[in-house]
């Protein structure tokens, strides 16, 4: 039973653009939530997060959306630029412990 | 080298072979970690190691056994592994994994079981 669910797996959105991602969770002792993003043949890096404490964090371009009542949330890229063009992960984490537990991805695809 | 590496980037073995899987990371971080990623599935946590301590194991068959000689070096030996556990296996180090430190991940090693 996957407890962190990315519903779309795929997305493509035009250049300057909004693109939002989407992410749900199951469990509710999940109170750390991180999105990564990946390229072809690299590794996950991290991208930004948001603390359970918060409804949103914002870094430049990335906006992180928490609704914890709705066990929802979601990544928000403005303006799209085509080198946004990767695959996006959410992860989730309790307590203290860098456990994390990813969703599936979502493939972002921004086209001129 | 910076970051996280890991030898091989491809490694196709049959089921009756032993091949190892090697990471280093060059972080000065003291906790790495074993992700697999399978096809459509999300990346599932297979080891992870604090300090040289392995402290999760996450209920992974006996086929993979990790080995952390020191904080820099993280391998996967496989043996008699199966068709389905091709995957994407992901090294990853952090500062510990005690706290919230953020995770730090290498390129991965596409690995083929025939």
């Known amino acids: 039973d996957q407890q962190v669910k990315q519903n779309s797996p795929s997305l493509s959105v035009q250049e300057g653009r909004i693109s939002i991602l989407n992410c749900d969770y199951t469990n509710s002792m999940f109170d750390y939530f991180l999105w990564y993003k990946k390229y072809p043949a690299e590794g996950p890096t991290f991208l930004i997060s948001i603390s359970s404490i918060k409804d949103k964090n914002e870094d430049g371009r990335f906006t992180v959306f928490l609704n914890k009542s709705a066990k929802h949330l979601s990544l928000h890229i403005v303006p799209s630029q085509p080198g946004d063009s990767a695959v996006y992960f959410c992860?989730?984490?309790?307590?203290?412990?860098?456990?994390?537990?990813f969703g599936t991805g979502t493939r972002l695809q921004v086209t001129l | 080298e910076t970051g996280v590496t890991q030898t091989p980037r491809h490694l196709v073995m049959g089921m009756t072979n032993k091949k190892s899987l090697k990471c280093e990371q060059h972080?000065?971080?003291?906790?790495m970690y074993w992700y697999k990623q399978s096809a459509k599935k999300p990346l599932e946590l297979m080891f992870v190691?604090?300090?040289?301590?392995?402290?999760e194991n996450n209920s992974v068959p006996s086929r993979f056994s990790p080995e952390c000689p020191n904080s820099s070096h993280l391998f996967l030996h496989l043996h008699t592994l199966q068709p389905e556990d091709s995957a994407l296996y992901l090294c990853?180090?952090?500062?510990?994994?005690?706290?919230?430190?953020?995770?730090?991940f290498g390129p991965g090693t596409r690995l083929t079981v025939t």
């Open positions: 992860a989730a984490n309790t307590g203290t412990a860098s456990k994390l537990t």
């Open positions: 990853a180090s952090s500062q510990a994994s005690t706290a919230r430190y953020e995770q730090y």
């Open positions: 190691y604090n300090f040289k301590e392995q402290t």
């Open positions: 972080l000065g971080h003291n906790a």
